[in-house]
């Protein structure tokens, strides 16, 4: 009786085993079956998550360089204004309708818009969790531009409901309520607005056109992602949705912060061993590969930077 118990037990083991073959052969066929971009996404995700589990749960970990309170440590102590404003042109963005590229959690998107006065800016992130901080971020500058009369200055260290802000969102209110060049005091949500997009890989954008695209600190994190052809698609991408005439602004960073963050994922480590196209050879690319006419170098009137933040920006024209 027992040995016949035995054997009905190993029966039941050899079946849920060639159950779990089968199992395994099914979703290695349908994997097969996975678009070439779709499958390249899916594992770079993978290769993300089973990076973040290997860290302790109390720490957070930004694959894409999607940091929380990322301008907070980006604007210096000595001032409440992202330094690249000012290298900026008005007539890149007055009345013109813009792209902000991985724009995190859309202090600056807001402060171009308020600043330069665009007819519309649209940014992207690919984090959800970044774009719901840029909406909050809009909706408190909107309550804050209705609620404050022009003659009056509050604190840029309050928010319009009288609430404590951090650093970040203290810039996001004090810039553009005293330093905007525009004379309009047009609703800042007509113009703004956010939503989530993986640039490289969406479709959802190739009807649109732009004036000016901007894409700053973003260039490493996509190429740590999705390699040097990642790299080309945004850069070709950029070229696509751009009116003629219209201006690329590019931050790129340096290879030495490629190193430093090459180990955030197993995507990143593997795509930073089969990296060609370093950034020095950028401006070559989009030049004479892309298809850019001219290219503007304005690091010389770039100052203030926090340290790690004075790098090199670019405007190409088509």
């Keep these: 009786m027992g040995r016949d118990n035995d054997q009905k037990k190993n029966k039941k083991k050899r079946n849920r085993s060639n159950?779990?073959?089968?199992?395994?052969d099914k979703v290695v066929t349908n994997e097969e079956k996975v678009p070439t971009q779709q499958k390249q996404q899916q594992q770079v995700q993978q290769g993300n998550c089973n990076q973040s589990k290997k860290k302790k749960k109390n720490q957070e970990v930004y694959p894409f360089g999607n940091y929380r309170n990322y301008y907070g440590y980006r604007i210096s102590h000595d001032t409440d204004e992202d330094p690249r404003l000012k290298v900026l042109k008005k007539e890149w963005f007055e009345g013109k309708d813009c792209l902000d590229i991985g724009c995190n959690s859309g202090i600056m998107t807001i402060h171009i818009a308020k600043r330069f006065g665009c007819r519309s800016i649209l940014g992207v992130d690919i984090d959800s969790s970044r774009i719901e901080d840029a909406h909050w971020h809009l909706r408190k500058f909107v309550r804050m531009q209705n609620s404050t009369k022009p003659s009056e200055k509050k604190?840029?260290?309050?928010?319009?409901?009288?609430?404590?802000?951090?650093?970040?969102?203290?810039?996001?209110?004090?810039?553009?309520?005293?330093?905007?060049?525009?004379?309009?005091?047009?609703?800042?949500?007509q113009i703004v607005s956010f939503q989530k997009e993986n640039f490289v890989l969406t479709r959802n954008l190739?009807?649109?056109?732009?004036?000016?695209?901007?894409?700053?600190?973003?260039?490493?994190?996509?190429?740590?992602?999705?390699g040097d052809d990642g790299l080309i698609t945004l850069f070709s991408k950029i070229w696509r949705l751009l009116q003629p005439g219209g201006i690329f602004v590019m931050e790129p960073q340096p290879w030495k912060s490629y190193e430093n963050n090459r180990r955030v994922s197993e995507t990143t480590a593997m795509n930073y061993r089969t990296i060609v196209l370093r950034p020095d050879r950028f401006q070559e690319i989009l030049l004479d590969k892309i298809g850019f006419r001219t290219v503007e170098d304005l690091t010389s009137s770039l100052s203030g930077a926090s340290k790690g933040f004075d790098r090199q920006i670019l405007a190409f024209q088509k």
């Design 19 to 24: 159950e779990n073959e089968k199992s395994v």
């Design 155 to 189: 604190s840029s260290s309050e928010g319009a409901d009288g609430g404590h802000v951090s650093k970040e969102q203290s810039a996001s209110l004090s810039n553009g309520e005293a330093k905007t060049d525009s004379a309009e005091t047009k609703d800042l949500s």
């Design 206 to 226: 190739d009807e649109n056109r732009y004036d000016t695209i901007l894409c700053l600190s973003v260039t490493k994190w996509v190429h740590l992602n999705w």
